[in-house]
């Protein structure tokens, strides 16, 4: 070893050092196709390390930025905010304990501001000024990324990149939603959807100790459910509404809400035990048809969830080596990125397409 970092490891930096450019998938303009082109490798500034990316997860959240849904979007775009790689150079001030060589996750936090209020505050992922990857700099749909440190996070020794790609945002997510809820250890706790948020959170759920209550539609999927560590499986579809099922059950104390669909949600509150907790991070347009008398008699409540910071996606790391709890991904090599891309769209892709970079 040497100064913290092997010898192998320095001389693979040295040799990344030396490439000039990396390749990229970029969109040219909204809503455009994508292509693989050839930028120059950039150095870190202050605050920042430059990543080589070994694996980006396809978040459906890429194509808000893709069709500049959100403002302050600019072209050409590279997307890609579930990212896992080695740090390859440090900036100026970038030091912190990062090293060269250590592998490494960004997710949807990207970096915060730290002078708006919420940061003032130390609620740093509800910053005025988010830096989500792909939309404040560029994203992980390419070989190299500059990332400033305070989105780092550290990836255990047996969390292979293409796993830990997609824990920086759908897991951290799901993660997060459920320990930062009101259930305890032995509490009904429904999931609703088992795509490529949910199929995590029953994982979740269960290796917290909770009740489990898997929601999706169909009779099909209750051995799926049931695989990922569900005890009950709730089919939407069947005569019996979702909310008399979970009563019948006991009544949930949180609903996790990853299924994008209003309908879908909104048929899950009455099932709510008193006080229950809806929790909603499917991103759905429609407004939630949910009157204030479903919550105000009995205390229930319900909250949106973003996210979170890189200390909260190096305890979803952590606590996913610990359980042995992966998504299930579908590996694609960089230069397929549009064919991944649009497949994620599609809805084909019923978990999580994972693009191959190193």
Request: proline content about 6%.
């Amino acid at each position: 070893m040497v100064g913290g970092v092997g010898v192998r490891d320095g001389q693979e930096a040295a040799l990344l050092e030396g490439m000039s450019t990396y390749r990229a998938a970029q969109v040219a303009t909204v809503g455009g196709p994508f292509e693989i082109v050839e930028r120059e490798v950039p150095r870190p500034g202050p605050g920042h390390v430059r990543i080589a990316v070994d694996a980006c997860g396809i978040c459906h959240s890429d194509a808000v930025f893709v069709e500049a849904l959100f403002p302050g979007v600019r072209f050409p775009l590279v997307p890609g905010h579930e990212i896992a790689g080695r740090i390859e150079e440090l900036g100026e001030g970038a030091g912190g304990g990062w090293r060269v060589g250590e592998r490494v996750a960004v997710g949807w936090f990207g970096g915060s501001c730290h002078r708006c209020t919420s940061c003032r505050r130390g609620d740093f992922i509800v910053c005025e000024n988010l830096k989500v990857p792909g939309w404040a700099y560029d994203g992980g749909y390419a070989e190299r990324v500059i990332a400033p440190t305070d989105a780092l996070a550290r990836i255990p020794d047996t969390l292979p990149a293409t796993d830990a790609a997609p824990m920086a945002c759908a897991g951290v997510t799901t993660y997060n939603g459920l320990r930062r809820s009101s259930a305890r250890p032995g509490d009904l706790v429904a999931v609703l959807g088992i795509g490529g948020l949910g199929h995590l959170g029953v994982q979740y759920a269960a290796a917290m100790g909770f009740e489990v209550a898997a929601i999706a539609r169909g009779a099909g999927k209750a051995d799926f459910a049931r695989q990922l560590g569900a005890h009950h499986y709730i089919d939407s579809t069947a005569d019996t509404p979702v909310a008399d099922a979970l009563l019948a059950l006991g009544g949930a104390k949180a609903v996790l809400a990853t299924a994008a669909n209003a309908d879908a949600i909104t048929a899950t509150v009455e099932g709510l035990a008193p006080r229950g907790e809806l929790i909603v991070i499917g991103a759905a347009a429609e407004p939630l048809g949910i009157s204030p008398n479903q919550l105000l008699m009995t205390g229930r409540l319900m909250r949106g969830h973003p996210s979170g910071t890189a200390q909260d996606v190096q305890d979803t790391m952590a606590f996913s080596a610990l359980h042995g709890i992966r998504p299930m991904i579908e590996p694609v090599p960089l230069e397929r990125a549009a064919e991944a891309y649009q497949k994620m769209l599609s809805g084909a892709a019923r978990f999580r397409m994972v693009l191959t970079v190193g």
